[in-house]
């Protein structure tokens, strides 16, 4: 649908909703703040409990933060769909928008129908590719150059519904996911606020999306971030800088479960030139190991690690782990299986 304003040229102040729970959230709730949007209330999830070092305490997602701090009230339902209460509030505070960013719940129909001018998501990605909860990582893993924000109306479903305004950005072969994720957190900001510029302008003109094109972007869990030393040294390298900084990419190294902080395809050193492509060394054997870095081999080559944390120990390189452990040259590193 085109959303029509009532006279071009003429502001139309909003009554805005707005859902959402991360840092990834913060800096579209902030835009809309500073562009003097009228915020009615922020929507998001419950405080989660984390063990500090004087016990248990409540640490509150920072979308609520952040509408605590300018005076905006907030609502952590357990469940929105099941929430009736909730949602017959939110009707009678009559907002004309709900923004939605990185809520984590399918919203039901009942909230839907709610507001004037529908419901407007920011999603991490170019739809229709990447639906779902983790589109960042996984446009990493799976090794995309470019990526970008969707601006949508939200139907029930999983980000299925009409495509308002894209911003697209490349990804850099050594980019991780912590990095992309502050990049395109900005970047849905400006998409939001140009999308609500456009509704207000009647020039908005939503696209249906091609369900031949779609892809899902799963749940991150612990076990994504185990590494396959069997892959292509490309398919190691993405699914570290994936998973980086969390839940991160672990091996077996030593006994022990050890993430691997950082990794690069370069040019290899003169004295693996034998070695490197020898098909009788087994993908996962370190080849190298020297002061900046080591060398393991994958099942087309080779890939460089520069940067370690075995458990229970602090970030360092493989050979300050190496001048107190048995890391060493022709050791084989295993996948993990534990959580």
Not at 244 to 259: E, V
Not at 287 to 305: E, N, P, Q, R
Request: hydrophobic fraction near 35%.
């Amino acid at each position: 649908m085109i959303i029509m304003a009532a006279e071009r040229g003429i502001d139309i102040t909003m009554r805005i909703i707005f859902m959402g729970t991360p840092d990834f959230a913060v800096p579209s709730l902030k835009a809309l703040f500073e562009n003097n949007y009228e915020i009615i209330g922020v929507v998001t999830k419950t405080d989660s409990t984390r063990r500090g070092s004087r016990g248990l305490k409540e640490v509150p997602p920072p979308v609520k933060e952040y509408a605590v701090a300018h005076n905006i009230p907030v609502f952590q339902p357990e469940k929105l769909s099941k929430d009736t209460e909730l949602i017959s509030k939110i009707a009678q505070m009559a907002p004309d928008l709900i923004v939605t960013c990185a809520y984590g719940q399918i919203l039901p129909k009942s909230l839907l129908d709610i507001p004037k001018y529908g419901t407007i998501n920011v999603h991490g990605s170019l739809l229709p590719k990447y639906r779902g909860a983790a589109p960042i990582h996984w446009a990493i893993i799976n090794g995309e150059t470019k990526t970008g924000i969707t601006t949508m109306f939200t139907e029930v479903g999983l980000d299925t519904g009409d495509m308002l305004l894209k911003a697209e950005i490349d990804i850099p072969i050594d980019m991780t996911a912590g990095e992309l994720h502050d990049r395109l957190s900005l970047l849905g900001a400006e998409t939001l606020i140009k999308t609500l510029k456009e509704l207000e302008n009647g020039t908005l003109k939503p696209e249906k999306q091609d369900e031949s094109q779609a892809t899902y972007a799963p749940k991150i869990e612990k076990s994504t971030g185990i590494i396959d030393w069997s892959q292509t040294t490309l398919q190691i390298h993405n699914r570290i800088r994936g998973t980086t900084p969390w839940p991160g990419a672990y091996t077996d190294m030593c006994g022990k479960r050890t993430k691997i902080c950082c990794s690069k395809i370069k040019g290899y050193p003169d004295s693996l030139a034998n070695v490197v492509n020898d098909t009788q060394i087994c993908p996962g054997t370190i080849l190298y190991i020297s002061a900046d870095g080591m060398w393991v081999k994958t099942t087309d080559g080779a890939i460089f690690i520069n940067m370690i944390q075995p458990e229970c120990c602090k970030s360092m390189t493989p050979l300050q782990y190496a001048c107190g452990h048995e890391l060493r040259v022709g050791m084989k590193l295993t996948g993990c299986t534990k959580d």
